[in-house]
C-alpha cells in the first residue's frame, strides 16, 4: 500500500530558529499532500493542502509566512516552521491521498513532536 | 456545531467484547467515509472505508453506512488490549476539494 515517511519524528529547537519537516510518498506519487497539526487529545486540524509544482493553500487563520510548505516534486513535500515560538510547539502530521483525484485511502506519515523551548 | 460528530469516550471494555464506534454528520456532500486508528504520538492508520450505504468487513472490523441518516459505525469484534487507541472517523466530499473532515476521535481502552 502507499506509505508516507515523515521525518523527523521529534525535533527540539530553541526560540527563534526554524524547523523543516519532510514527507516523501515512497511508492507512489503524492500530486497532492495535506498538512495537519494536532494538539493533546484534540482532532487533527488541516493546515494546508500542497499541491505539486504550486502554491500551498492555507486555510483560514494560518499564517502562511510561519509555516512555509513547498512541494517540488511528485514524492517530497516539506513544512517549514519558520521563527518558531513555544506556541508552536504541536505534533505535525502530513497526509497523501494513494493517487491523484482519489477521494478516500489518505495514508498518513507518523508525525512530527515539534517542541520549541 | 460541528460538521461531524463523535463521542470522546473514553470507552472502557473487556477484552473479547464488541466495541461500537458512530459518527453523526450533518453535510449530504459527503461521499467517502473511513474509519482510522491512531495510537499516542503516532500518525493515524487508515482501518476502512467505504462509499455508500451499508456494511463492509474486513476481519474483525465492519463498517456501516447510513446515509439516509447522516449515521456511520465502526464495529471491532473480539477486541484486544491492542486495539486501545483513538479511533477517528473521516469523511470527503469532491465539492471541498476531497479534504478530510474529521471526526473529534474517541478513546479507546480495551482492558485484559
Known amino acids: 500500500g502507499a506509505v508516507v515517511s515523515q521525518h523527523p519524528s521529534r525535533v527540539i529547537c530553541k526560540s527563534g530558529t526554524s524547523v523543516k519537516i519532510e514527507c516523501r510518498s515512497l511508492?507512489?506519487?503524492?500530486?497532492?499532500m495535506f498538512w495537519y497539526r494536532q494538539f493533546p487529545k484534540q482532532s487533527l486540524m488541516l493546515m494546508a493542502t500542497s499541491n505539486e509544482g504550486s502554491k500551498a493553500t492555507y486555510e483560514q487563520g494560518v499564517e502562511k509566512d510561519k509555516f512555509l510548505i513547498n512541494h517540488a516534486s511528485l514524492t517530497l513535500s516539506t513544512l517549514t516552521v519558520t521563527s518558531a515560538h513555544p506556541e508552536d510547539s504541536s505534533f505535525y502530521i502530513c497526509?497523501?491521498?494513494?493517487?491523484?483525484?482519489?477521494?478516500?485511502?489518505?495514508?498518513f506519515g507518523s508525525g512530527t513532536r515539534l517542541t520549541v523551548v | 456545531q460541528k460538521e461531524v460528530e463523535q463521542d470522546p469516550g473514553p470507552l472502557s471494555v473487556p477484552e473479547g467484547a464488541i466495541v461500537s464506534l458512530n459518527c453523526t454528520y450533518s453535510n449530504s456532500a459527503f461521499q467517502y467515509f473511513m474509519w482510522y486508528r491512531q495510537y499516542s504520538r503516532k500518525g493515524p492508520e487508515l482501518l476502512m472505508y467505504?462509499?455508500?450505504?451499508g456494511n463492509k468487513e474486513d476481519g474483525r472490523f465492519t463498517a456501516q453506512v447510513d446515509k439516509s441518516s447522516k449515521y456511520i459505525s465502526l464495529f471491532i469484534r473480539d477486541s484486544q488490549p491492542s486495539d486501545s487507541a483513538t479511533y477517528l472517523c473521516?469523511?470527503?466530499?469532491?465539492?471541498?476539494?476531497?479534504?478530510?473532515?474529521f471526526g473529534g476521535g474517541t478513546r479507546v481502552l480495551v482492558k485484559p
Open positions: 511508492d507512489f506519487q503524492a500530486t497532492t
Open positions: 467505504t462509499y455508500s450505504s
Open positions: 473521516a469523511m470527503t466530499a469532491k465539492a471541498a476539494g476531497n479534504k478530510l473532515t
Open positions: 497526509s497523501a491521498p494513494p493517487r491523484q483525484g482519489a477521494a478516500y485511502g489518505y495514508t
